[in-house]
């Protein structure tokens, strides 16, 4: 059964930075279209930048020009850079994913990434 893996969360002091990874596991399915959302405790999803198999990518306001999102279509993953991190980007971070495989496209969610920033 295929499943998605987050990885790269942690504790970081504000300004500090940390990197995402989003990647399939098992199955032989190709990681496509990607949204990384992020819930902090008491506050809704919110959806934090995409990525499109073209590398097309968006960004919420909140932290446009500190993070980034690509893909390496080699490894099959999909980063989330994340930079000059503040104390409001703590959050458990999730990773949503179109994989395919043929004809087939199957949404998946990671089990989500706990990043705390904090001094």
């Known amino acids: 059964q295929v499943q998605l893996v987050e990885s790269g969360g942690g504790l970081v002091q504000p300004g500090g930075s940390l990197r995402l990874s989003c990647a399939p596991s098992g199955g032989g399915f190709t990681i496509n279209h990607v949204k990384w959302y992020r819930q902090a405790p008491g506050k809704q999803l919110e959806l934090v930048a995409t990525i499109t198999s073209d590398a097309s990518t968006n960004y919420a306001y909140s932290v446009k020009g500190r993070f980034t999102i690509s893909r390496d279509s080699a490894k099959n993953t999909v980063y989330l850079q994340m930079n000059n991190l503040k104390v409001e980007d703590t959050a458990v971070y999730y990773c949503?994913?179109?994989?395919?495989?043929?004809?087939?496209?199957?949404?998946?969610r990671g089990q989500g990434t706990q990043v705390t920033v904090s001094s």
């Open positions: 949503d994913a179109e994989l395919e495989r043929g004809p087939f496209t199957i949404p998946t």
